[in-house]
């Protein structure tokens, strides 16, 4: 019987469903864990974290944890709480951003800073990375405190990095790409790492793990970015335009600005830098993108740190998981599409 | 030769320089981790880390981290990181909460988040947590990284209660003790509790020092407050009535309107939960308070706590190390005269 076919079949359909089914028995323990360790005696805790928590992200990065461990045959424990660990500290990012980026909206919801206000954002995302640290500390490998500790450090400089840049249209490729390595590639290579950590591996295969995962990642948030100007076909629907409206400087604005002219120069000048944003300026943004094919270019991409991705898990023999994560990959491009 | 009489007399006078002048040569090593630790490729993180740690805070809880470690007789180097891992979780705290009450100043200069933003005090904030659990994980103890992460989660827990508690003139005494024993005691019984734990000290002497840090926290915030109206004077002076103007409930407005009457009540009602304050409110607040000996007996259990934490040193032989621990308790509370 070769499992990893028909599940192959049925992803080519069913995109992330693979994943999602063979993970899900310690993924229930993963959300029981994120359950019990949002509970606090100070209640407005679990209220602003539950708002966020449930409100229907895909759980990507914990399930990337739970994969990696059952790929390199983890038999313990551990993966559970370093998922859900995982997941906190993507949790208090979200937190954290949204009072950065003063938005008012989060995964179709009214932001948790418009109902709590910026400061339970600021304060419960706190809570959220002490709790991720506790389960780390409590699953007691330091190589994968290492590793998740340093995540840290390097998602919150990739932040201000963003800060830096913001509004700012003389941001290189380079500084892009330096920007999303570091807040949203980083935790996506940490995730992957532990689970063969934890499992003992050799360090060619918890280095290889770790290039799937910071591959996916970068991969992921160009997507994003392309998504943010409505993707391939830059239709103008619902959550497209906030990176605009921001003044951040993603990729497709990048490469437009650089193979754009003068009176161009301005346009973005105007509306990126001084944030004097009028009726059509979005549509003529995404216009430009299209003109110059910066849409086109990110998620092409994409789709090759996409391949870099799948290519890092040729050392492991074929297997379910092995084909699940390598169905992730198109799951995250296919969003654009 | 008597050395602990002779540091004794001279800390009489002096205050905190006989802890000063002991861990000399390990705080040189804590400041130069600091600043190594606050580099950054970012520009803005040293930029807004430095602007805080550089403005002169009497750096305490490190202290405290190291002259227990020395108390214990502890040889090795981890205190040092240790050290600067306390230091920096203040830091982080401190950069979140001014961006929770909006403060304008911090310790006699703008705040970071006047000069840079909301959003750089969040995230280089959170740089700072990281970095601490960086170092911890480099010291490698497990049982510190339990200390210090629980002590992360308590804070963030005690700073979300404060902020229910604010302009709530119902909040009663055991409120407000919970408060300041996790935003502030959590913090210093941490810094107390990792040196003997390197130093493989026994139960009993771990519990000791911890004892010795959450009672001096205690003290020292409850003399924080008093001092927010001027201390045991009630003077008007530059500083006194942040508090107040954030309607925060401290223990001397606690014991104030316990002991006030309706027309008082209304008051503080209007004063500290609606934020409707006029000239001569603050003055008012300080005379309520005079006249209910509510700063009085603030610092009278001040006293009393500062007492527990003195106590809590009985068991370790006499050493310049535990009179210096003993003066500092002195000079905690003798900042309110």
Redesign the interface.
């Known amino acids: 019987m070769n499992v990893s076919v028909e599940l192959k079949n049925r992803t080519k359909i069913a995109g992330i469903s693979s994943l999602v089914g063979l993970v899900g028995g310690d993924m229930d323990e993963v959300n029981a864990t994120i359950l019990a360790r949002t509970g606090?005696?100070?209640?407005?805790?679990p209220e602003v974290a539950k708002h966020l928590i449930s409100s229907g992200g895909k759980r990507l990065r914990p399930m990337l944890t739970l994969a990696m461990a059952r790929l390199c045959d983890y038999q313990g424990e551990g993966h559970v709480k370093l998922a859900a660990s995982v997941e906190f500290m993507h949790t208090?990012t979200l937190l954290?951003d949204d009072?950065?980026d003063q938005s008012d909206m989060r995964r179709g919801k009214l932001a948790a800073r418009m109902l709590w206000g910026?400061?339970?954002s600021?304060?419960?995302g706190?809570?959220l990375?002490?709790?991720a640290?506790?389960m780390?500390?409590?699953v007691?490998s330091?190589t994968c405190?290492?590793v998740l500790?340093?995540a840290?450090?390097v998602?919150?400089?990739g932040?201000?990095?963003q800060?830096?840049a913001a509004k700012d249209i003389r941001t290189r490729e380079a500084d892009y790409m330096a920007v999303i390595e570091a807040k949203t590639a980083a935790l996506f290579a940490a995730a992957c790492e532990v689970g063969p950590i934890l499992a003992a591996r050799s360090p060619a295969e918890i280095a290889a793990c770790r290039a799937y995962g910071k591959n996916l990642g970068i991969a992921f948030q160009l997507i994003d970015d392309a998504l943010d100007y409505g993707g391939s076909s830059a239709k103008l629907g619902k959550n497209v335009g906030d990176d605009f409206r921001e003044g951040k400087i993603t990729l497709p604005v990048v490469l437009a600005i650089q193979r754009g002219n003068a009176e161009e120069s301005s346009f973005w000048q105007r509306t990126l830098e001084k944030g004097d944003i009028q009726e059509g300026d979005l549509a003529r943004a995404t216009g430009l993108l299209q003109q110059h094919r910066a849409l086109v270019e990110t998620i092409a991409r994409a789709r090759a740190y996409g391949e870099l991705a799948r290519e890092s898990l040729a050392g492991f023999p074929d297997s379910p998981w092995k084909q699940a994560l390598a169905d992730v990959v198109d799951f995250c491009i296919s969003r654009a599409h």
Chains 1, 2 share one sequence.
């Open positions: 606090s005696a100070v209640t407005m805790i208090a954290h009072v950065v910026n400061e339970a600021v304060l419960v706190d809570f990375l002490g709790q640290f506790r780390m500390v409590e007691g330091l405190l290492d500790s340093h840290a450090v998602i919150a400089e932040e201000v990095m800060l830096s």
